[in-house]
């Protein structure tokens, strides 16, 4: 197995991090793997539990319910990218998506479809182990696949709650934790489908008495109200998410709630082993804080790769929660004070 350095860029989402993603893809001693845990959430693949090649490969090629939900429609998150190639063999509404197919192989290439088989025949010929073997053995595959990089980086959005599950599975594991200020985050949250469902769901528990939101299932939609009723169903209108009003104080908690619990984690992992950089420093000296990236992933500053990458970073996101109304603007300020505070405490 070939031996490379791993890293991980975890974030709270909508911090600037699909942006990096395709900057670091730009490396060509980089292998950039983009939202990975996103795209395959299941707690058992970075559990200890040993798991077979074809056992493995099942994680990584069953259609994940939610995710073809949103696709067949129409509330497509724009890191979804698999349903916008011209030719394509899966298909939300029939075949199902296959996991690693909606985002992660369409990052690496532009024929997921052959990349996926070339995958199935590798993966499901391997024997049983722990799942983090099998993940140094998958980055390794793609790894040679792409030109063997010396470096791997998984980025994925909503990823730094699980740091702790990361390190435990990868103690030899980097991280950079990306960040942007909070109510720059949480009004982006705002515009974001997937995120408009996250307080939807837990809207749609409270009102079934449940605990979490992973309890509901289509039977409960007899107990919600008819606006929301549908979002259980197999067909929905997207606008039942967005045009629910949702008040911008809900996102900035949501922010900071988030922000607390993965820096409690990030504390935890080894202060050599781990990092942060601000967003907004980044658009705003991107050749310093690049070099200092790549440096840190143990790869070269190359001056081709700094010159590319600064063309993808748009410093038009920043502080535009200012330019909201001041009765908006105070009470997400408010929602965002504990995790800002929390922020400035560990950076």
């Given at each position: 197995?070939?031996?490379?350095?791993?890293?991980?860029?975890?974030?709270?989402?909508?911090?600037?991090?699909?942006?990096?993603?395709?900057?670091?893809?730009?490396?060509?001693?980089?292998?950039?793997?983009?939202?990975?845990?996103?795209?395959?959430?299941?707690?058992?693949?970075?559990?200890?539990?040993?798991?077979?090649?074809?056992?493995?490969?099942?994680?990584?090629?069953?259609?994940?319910?939610?995710?073809?939900?949103?696709?067949?429609?129409?509330?497509?998150?724009?890191?979804?990218?698999?349903?916008?190639?011209?030719?394509?063999?899966?298909?939300?509404?029939?075949?199902?998506?296959?996991?690693?197919?909606?985002?992660?192989?369409?990052?690496?290439?532009?024929?997921?479809?052959?990349?996926?088989?070339?995958?199935?025949?590798?993966?499901?010929?391997?024997?049983?182990?722990?799942?983090a073997d099998h993940w140094r053995a998958f980055f390794?595959?793609?790894?040679?696949?792409?030109?063997?990089?010396?470096?791997?980086?998984?980025?994925?959005?909503?990823?730094?709650?699980?740091?702790?599950?990361?390190?435990?599975?990868?103690?030899?594991?980097?991280?950079?934790?990306?960040?942007?200020?909070?109510p720059d985050c949480a009004f982006s949250m705002s515009r974001h489908v997937s995120f408009r469902m996250l307080p939807l769901a837990k809207e749609m528990a409270d009102h079934c008495g449940l605990e979490s939101p992973y309890q509901l299932t289509p039977e409960h939609a007899a107990q919600l109200p008819p606006d929301l009723a549908p979002l259980l169903g197999d067909e929905w209108d997207p606008a039942l998410v967005w045009d629910r009003p949702i008040p911008l104080a809900v996102f900035g908690g949501l922010w900071s709630g988030v922000m607390i619990d993965g820096l409690e984690q990030l504390a935890t992992v080894p202060a050599s082993q781990r990092t942060s950089m601000s967003y907004d420093t980044l658009v705003e000296e991107p050749e310093k804080e690049l070099i200092r990236l790549a440096e840190f992933i143990g790869v070269e500053p190359l001056p081709t790769w700094l010159d590319a990458s600064v063309a993808h970073l748009d410093g038009g996101r920043r502080g535009a929660a200012r330019t909201l109304p001041e009765a908006e603007l105070a009470p997400l300020i408010e929602a965002c004070g504990p995790g800002m505070q929390a922020l400035a405490t560990h950076s």
């Open positions: 197995m070939v031996n490379q350095n791993l890293t991980f860029v975890v974030g709270t989402g909508r911090c600037g991090s699909t942006a990096l993603s395709r900057v670091i893809n730009l490396h060509p001693d980089v292998l950039s793997i983009n939202e990975l845990f996103a795209s395959i959430p299941d707690s058992e693949v970075l559990a200890e539990a040993p798991l077979s090649g074809p056992e493995f490969w099942g994680y990584l090629s069953r259609p994940h319910a939610l995710t073809n939900n949103l696709i067949k429609n129409g509330a497509i998150p724009p890191e979804f990218l698999y349903h916008r190639l011209p030719k394509r063999r899966f298909d939300a509404r029939t075949t199902g998506i296959p996991a690693i197919s909606v985002m992660v192989l369409p990052h690496l290439t532009d024929d997921p479809d052959a990349l996926f088989d070339e995958l199935e025949s590798e993966v499901t010929s391997w024997p049983t182990r722990c799942p390794a595959t793609l790894g040679a696949r792409f030109g063997n990089p010396g470096a791997v980086v998984e980025r994925t959005g909503l990823s730094i709650g699980r740091v702790a599950e990361m390190h435990r599975a990868f103690p030899e594991a980097r991280f950079v934790h990306l960040y942007r200020e909070g």
